[in-house]
């Protein structure tokens, strides 16, 4: 399995970005996604995350309202829409391919991960 995330960039505060993760290896509308991130010297954290079919979804507190993850699966592509972004957005963002079809808010659920897509949000 191999996921490709993109989209990330350099941004002010309060403007939006969209991520993408492409995926391929196995058939990406049987398995849960999910988006993580990791800010300098701290660990990685869970972000969001959707259903096989994109029928549910759960995000973190922090990003609620803000955030929104969406998948297509006849691209075999999971989207990050991240509106008002703030200062402490700011990290390198992972997707990740869950063990199931349902969503999860833990790494340990999770078996393939994308390389990553740096985004920094100024003040």
């Known amino acids: 399995v191999q996921l490709q995330a993109s989209g990330g960039g350099l941004v002010q505060a309060g403007d939006s970005l969209r991520l993408s993760c492409g995926a391929s290896g196995r058939t990406f509308s049987s398995y849960g996604m999910g988006w993580f991130r990791q800010a300098p010297g701290k660990e990685r954290v869970f972000v969001a995350a959707i259903t096989y079919s994109g029928g549910g979804a759960i995000y973190a507190d922090s990003v609620k309202g803000r955030f929104t993850i969406s998948r297509d699966n006849s691209k075999n592509t999971v989207y990050l829409q991240m509106n008002g972004l703030k200062p402490e957005d700011t990290a390198v963002y992972y997707c990740?391919?869950?063990?199931?079809?349902?969503?999860?808010?833990?790494?340990?659920?999770?078996?393939?991960w994308g390389q990553g897509t740096q985004v920094t949000v100024s003040s």
């Open positions: 990740a391919q869950g063990k199931t079809n349902w969503f999860a808010g833990t790494a340990k659920a999770y078996d393939y």
